[in-house]
């Protein structure tokens, strides 16, 4: 059975306050302000060995609305150009800025019952949560670095990242980071009555009890403890750690990579669509430089050879990955190469010298959508970019073009850290009210004039938290 919330009472000479603490996850975060040596690790493993946890456990912290790019599939019901039929129109949506629509878009926006800003289940796993702790409570001096990640380590050796079967027997993880998202966010169940529904409307209770909807929201967990991972080794870089553990860190978040199947999604898409992925999560990294994240991908082929056998990284990635098939815009095969690297040299030298597919797309327009580029994508409320699912349809990424991401990413710096700012502490916040609204119930709410969210896929933040305060606004 899950403990019960409990408090610690604190007596000073003038005053005494309470911290509610909902398990032991936060327990150990707190006395971590003070004592960073504390070993979460050892902690962590004994709990596992006399049945006290589970390693892919997840605790429930209510609802969270996305901020992501929101993706319609062009048809010939919803498109009337033809050029564009069969892509995929998406568009930036945040909490509180509505997303304009060109009128060519208008019917593709229309679907999903006006779904905007998706709201799901926030659960997260107690390795997610330590990793919270540094990226949000302890960015400036991380001083419990060394313990976050020697937990990482070992929820490496216990599998904690490993895909489950479940999650394997689909293609998803061949898919961009956008995709991937997109199918899980609006993939259907059955409920009651027979009637479908979305998977992220089901009660927390229905999803914990199905195998099949909890191993997809472990994999979400997983993949929101990457966002984390990035986020850590950018902030470790900008609060110039030494280089031995920022380049253990790259090194973690590679084997968390293979391990989880989302290699390929970052090594075999462009910059454009792994940004986009990586700033549509719950723990999104919205200050993502080129810099880390090519870092990254430059590191992968030595870390692969150094640590892994031949037969293990052709296994890592897909056959399509190693085929290299072109299509034109007809369906028609260009070029075909089913040659795949055999030794562990053709392996470096496929990994190091292939060029990226860009599933963003540049494609003729007319003059009323705001960008043509995936530029748009990267922070401009309203922007509608065309996507590409089709793998061999993807142009590849021009080395000029990655050149002048790489001149022009200074440029997005200070955008970038606003919405950094903005996310951490709304973050922090939704987080502190949870924890104390589950011992003190609605006399915090009131005593604190922040509402209890319930919030709403149709509306903004801002109304939500409108509507919401009506209920248990003080008189």
């Keep these: 059975a899950r403990p019960s919330p409990q408090v610690l009472l604190y007596r000073r000479r003038y005053y005494q306050y309470m911290t509610p603490f909902l398990d032991w996850v936060d327990m150990i975060r707190y006395h971590l302000r003070t004592n960073p040596t504390i070993s979460i690790t050892g902690f962590y493993e004994r709990l596992i060995d006399i049945g006290g946890v589970d390693v ?11 901020e992501c790019v929101e993706l319609r599939k062009l048809t010939k019901a919803n498109c009337k150009e033809k050029q564009l039929r069969g892509l995929y129109a998406g568009r930036r949506v945040y ?7 060109p009128a060519i878009f208008a019917d593709a926006f229309k679907q999903h019952q006006g779904v905007i800003r998706p709201v799901l289940p926030h659960a997260c796993s107690p ?39 479940i999650c394997s027997c689909t293609d998803i993880w061949q898919e961009p980071l956008v995709f991937q998202i997109y199918d899980f966010v609006y993939s259907m169940r059955q409920g009651t009555g027979n009637a479908m529904v979305y998977l992220r409307n089901q009660p927390w209770e229905e999803i914990s009890s ?57 090594v075999a898409y462009s910059y454009f669509d792994v940004y986009l992925g990586l700033t549509s999560a719950v723990n999104s990294v919205p200050n993502i430089s080129l810099s880390v994240l090519m870092r990254v991908l430059r590191t992968t082929p030595f870390h692969l050879a150094a640590n892994s056998t031949v037969i293990c990284i ?39 010298n292939r060029s990226r597919r860009c599933c963003v797309q540049k494609v003729p327009v007319p003059d009323t959508i705001d960008s043509k580029s995936g530029m748009s994508a990267m922070g401009s409320t309203g922007a509608v970019t065309v996507f590409q699912r089709d793998y061999a349809l993807m142009p590849f990424l021009a080395p000029m073009d990655e050149a002048s991401i790489v001149a022009n990413d200074h440029l997005h710096l200070k955008r970038r850290l606003i919405e950094e700012k903005r996310h951490i502490t709304e973050y922090r916040q939704v987080e502190t009210d949870y924890r104390y609204g589950q011992f003190f119930s609605e006399s915090y709410y009131l005593a604190t004039g922040r509402p209890r969210m319930f919030l709403d ?17 003080p008189k």
């Design 457 to 473: 896929e149709t509306l903004s933040y801002q109304e939500c938290q409108a509507i919401s305060m009506r209920p248990y606004k």
């Design 210 to 266: 199905s195998e099949d909807s909890l191993a997809w929201y472990q994999r979400w967990d997983v993949f929101n403890c990457i966002c984390l991972l990035f986020s850590i080794a950018q902030n470790a870089i900008q609060c110039d750690q030494d280089e031995s553990t920022i380049e253990r860190i790259v090194h973690q978040l590679i084997e968390v990579l293979c391990c989880s199947k989302f290699l390929e999604s970052f």
């Design 127 to 165: 390795l997610r949560r330590f990793l919270v702790h540094l990226n949000y409570y302890d960015r400036d001096n991380m001083r419990s670095l060394a313990q976050v990640l020697a937990l990482v380590d070992s929820m490496l050796k216990m599998e904690f990242f490993t895909m489950h079967p």
């Design 314 to 352: 052709l296994g890592t990635f897909s056959d399509r990955f190693w085929r290299n098939t072109v299509k034109d815009s007809h369906g028609r095969i260009v070029s075909e190469s089913d040659k795949s690297p055999r030794s562990m040299e053709e392996i470096s030298q496929f990994l190091i």
């Design 56 to 66: 892919d456990d997840l605790r429930y912290f209510g609802r969270s609305m996305l």
């Design 95 to 101: 909490k509180d800025r509505d997303a304009r629509c």
